[in-house]
């Protein structure tokens, strides 16, 4: 069974970095077929996804965000990374890892969600 | 921003059916599978229906979804209490990027 663990700071201050790391376990992130996500949750609104990465490095991000965000892979540490650059309140909330399956199009595994807020 | 329409809720006893509509257009749904997820409160989505109509392992086979054109339905037979979540359609877009619906909140009265 596949898990995802969403880990980073909890607070990041405005025009600063956010940065998080998802850990993989229950399966290796070289796994051909399969894109590692982010997806994110404003409070008490709906799902955006932010982008994903190939183990191969590969990235695609949303066109509205592409911008100010950075995925990474650490196949050795079986992690990947989000970046997100010069942040402001309307980037606070949960933040989620998931495993999207490239076959069929859909994230079949998620991480719990960690909260992010920005505030000074 | 999200380009696949929901309706904001809905809602049934225990025992009644249940639709859901996702209004979508030619770049998603019309040229994508639709995939719908379900989120219990406090909780992380889980995948519901994937491919329009196939359901992974371990979901009730009173979820069942469907699609025509530019638009998906998610239909909950047998309404139960365990049912009241969020639910979100979701699609790949052609202009590169996945899109979500805006999510229904289903009540169970």
């Known amino acids: 069974q596949v898990q995802l663990q969403e880990s980073g700071p909890g607070l990041v201050k405005p025009s600063q970095t956010l940065s998080l790391t998802c850990t993989v376990s229950?399966?290796?992130?070289?796994?051909?077929?399969?894109?590692w996500s982010w997806i994110r949750q404003h409070p008490g609104k709906g799902l955006e996804w932010i982008g994903y990465i190939y183990y191969s490095g590969s990235t695609y991000y949303n066109p509205s965000l592409k911008s100010r965000v950075t995925i990474s892979v650490d196949t050795s540490k079986n992690q990947f990374s989000l970046k997100l650059s010069s942040v402001t309140a309307a980037d606070t909330a949960v933040y989620y890892c998931?495993?999207?399956?490239?076959?069929?199009?859909?994230?079949?595994?998620w991480g719990q969600g960690t909260l992010v807020t920005v505030s000074s | 921003q999200s380009v696949l329409t929901q309706p904001p809720s809905a809602s049934g006893t225990p025992g009644q059916r249940v639709t859901i509509s996702c209004s979508g257009s030619?770049?998603?749904?019309?040229?994508?599978?639709v995939n719908w997820y379900q989120q219990l409160p406090g909780t992380a989505p889980k995948l519901l229906i994937y491919?329009?109509?196939q359901r992974p392992s371990g979901v009730p086979d009173r979820f069942s979804g469907s699609k025509s054109g530019t638009s998906a339905s998610l239909a909950i037979s047998g309404l139960q209490s365990e049912d009241e979540a969020d639910y979100y359609c979701?699609?790949?877009?052609?202009?590169?990027?996945?899109?979500f619906g805006t999510g229904t909140k289903v009540t169970v009265l």
């Open positions: 229950g399966g290796s992130i070289s796994s051909g077929g399969y894109y």
């Open positions: 491919s329009n109509n």
């Open positions: 998931a495993r999207y399956d490239s076959s069929g199009d859909y994230f079949d595994y």
């Open positions: 979701a699609a790949w877009d052609d202009s590169l990027s996945y899109v």
């Open positions: 030619s770049s998603n749904i019309g040229s994508n599978t």
